[in-house]
T-cell receptor, first 118, second 111 residues
Framework: DGGITQSPKYLFRKEGQNVTLSCEQN?????MYWYRQDPGQGLRLIYY???????QKGDIAEGYSVSREKKESFPLTVTSAQKNPTAFYLC?????????????????FGDGTRLSIL | EDQVTQSPEALRLQEGESSSLNCSYT??????LFWYRQDPGKGPEFLFT???AGEEKEKERLKATLTKKESFLHITAPKPEDSATYLC????????????FGPGTSLSVIP
């Protein structure tokens, strides 16, 4: 079955530590996204990528970094500069939003990684 | 600024008691409005896309409708398995590479 796999499901970060969240998709989607979800708030966009080796900052990129070396993979690093990292992190993918030949397609999501501070 | 609000924040229904969830949006040219369902500890699951005012989509006990400023998710005769958080999101014609999500409505259906 095609889908998005996020790992680990739970992650704990120590003070001053960088941690990396994995996101892999086998949907052959060009675009991939990272969101942060906090209680009572909507999903907030951290970073997104529409093509390999290119990515753009979202609304809350400070303290985070990403890479897109392969079409299937879009890992997110939560750095020690992110002072409030405790949240539920969601990865999503979609066809290129600029590609209208296939009709309008929604984003598909993984099952998230819950990050907490030790 | 593009914005999405949802009401109520939480809704508790008896099994079989129909109701509606509201999504109000402000966007500079709507490209599409999405509804998602999210279960605890899971990622959002896509339900519907609506494109233009007057459009309606149905799936089992759910029906989504769209006006120029709002969308409603009507739930007819809900069952306990419909309990979840329902998220609304919009994509604008100008910033089509981003999707703006609302905070969600948490629905509980009591047997």
């Amino acid at each position: 079955d095609g889908g998005i796999t996020q790992s680990p499901k739970y992650l704990f970060r120590k003070e001053g530590q960088n941690v990396t969240l994995s996101c892999e998709q086998n949907l052959n989607h060009d675009a991939m996204y990272w969101y942060r979800q906090d209680p009572g708030q909507g999903l907030r966009l951290i970073y997104y990528s529409q093509i390999v080796n290119d990515f753009q900052k979202g609304d809350i990129a400070e303290g985070y970094s990403v890479s897109r070396e392969k079409k299937e993979s879009f890992p997110l690093t939560v750095t020690s500069a992110q002072k409030n990292p405790t949240a539920f992190y969601l990865c999503a993918s979609s066809i290129d939003p600029q590609d209208l030949t296939q009709g309008f397609q929604p984003q598909h999501f993984g099952d998230g990684t819950r990050l907490s501070i030790l | 600024e593009d914005q999405v609000t949802q009401s109520p924040e939480a809704l508790r229904l008896q099994e079989g008691e129909s109701s509606s969830l509201n999504c109000s949006y402000t966007v500079s040219g709507l490209r599409g409005l999405f509804w998602y369902r999210q279960d605890p500890g899971k990622g959002p699951e896509f339900l519907f896309t609506l494109y233009s005012a007057g459009e309606e989509k149905e799936k089992e006990r759910l029906k989504a409708t769209l006006t120029k400023k709002e969308s409603f998710l009507h739930i007819t005769a809900p069952k306990p398995e419909d309990s979840a958080t329902y998220l609304c999101a919009v994509q604008s014609l100008e910033t089509y590479d981003k999707v703006i999500f609302g905070p969600g409505t948490s629905l509980s259906v009591i047997p």
